[in-house]
Every structure is written in C-alpha cells, then in structure tokens.
Nanobody
Framework: QVQLVESGGGLVQPGGSLRLSCAASGNIASINVMAWYRQAPGRERESVALITKGGSINYADSVKGRFTISRDNAKDTVYLQMNSLKPEDTAVYFC???????????WGQGTQVTVSS
C-alpha cells in the first residue's frame, strides 16, 4: 500500500505564491505517476499537474506558466509550486499516486488553498 500526506496549503492574497508538498510512504516502488488534483466547492475534481518517475510533466491549461510540479525521488516527495495565484485557484488540493498502468494507488487527505484579499 501507498500512503500520501500533503502539506503547505493556506490563505494567500491574489498574486501570491504557495508551495504544496506530498510525501509518499509504503510501497514506493509501485509508484510511477505522482499528480495533483483540486476540487472547488460545487465542482468536480480536476487534474492540475502530473509527473512521471522518468520526469515527464503535464499541466492543465489553466495553470500553465504559473504552477510548477517537481519530484524528489530520493525523498519520495512531490511538490507543487504555485505562483501568481488567482481567486479561481481556491480549492482543496489532493495528491495522487498511480502505478505503471495508471491505476490509482492512493489519495492524500487534501489541503485547502484559499486565494482571497
């Protein structure tokens, strides 16, 4: 099994920055893709960014140029650096791990990000 623990959420003003972290433990060897999703009130969960073990990266159009996903395989941790935050980025952000077949292995508990003046 894989366990994921997120940290780094909070309240930030528009234009500000936050960095989210997601630490993985357990059967680390089974993980290929690490991803960030978010869910705003009344909306479906959506993919934000993902990174494979080999370093391939994909972003949602809404965050391209503002968010950066990175992965420290030595620490079994994935990061999401969020810059130029907008009120519409307000959501609960979830970390997700997937195996080589893109089957979901685990979800984190979520961390709240609120962008407001």
């Amino acid at each position: 099994q894989v366990q994921l623990v997120e940290s780094g959420g909070g309240l930030v003003q528009p234009g500000g920055s936050l960095r989210l972290s997601c630490a993985a433990s357990g059967n680390i060897a089974s993980i290929n893709v690490m991803a960030w999703y978010r869910q705003a009130p009344g909306r479906e969960r959506e993919s934000v960014a993902l990174i494979t073990k080999g370093g391939s990266i994909n972003y949602a159009d809404s965050v391209k140029g503002r968010f950066t996903i990175s992965r420290d395989n030595a620490k079994d941790t994935v990061y999401l650096q969020m810059n130029s935050l907008k009120p519409e980025d307000t959501a609960v952000y979830f970390c997700n791990a997937r195996d080589n077949d893109l089957v979901s292995l685990s979800w984190g508990q979520g961390t709240q990000v609120t962008v407001s003046s």
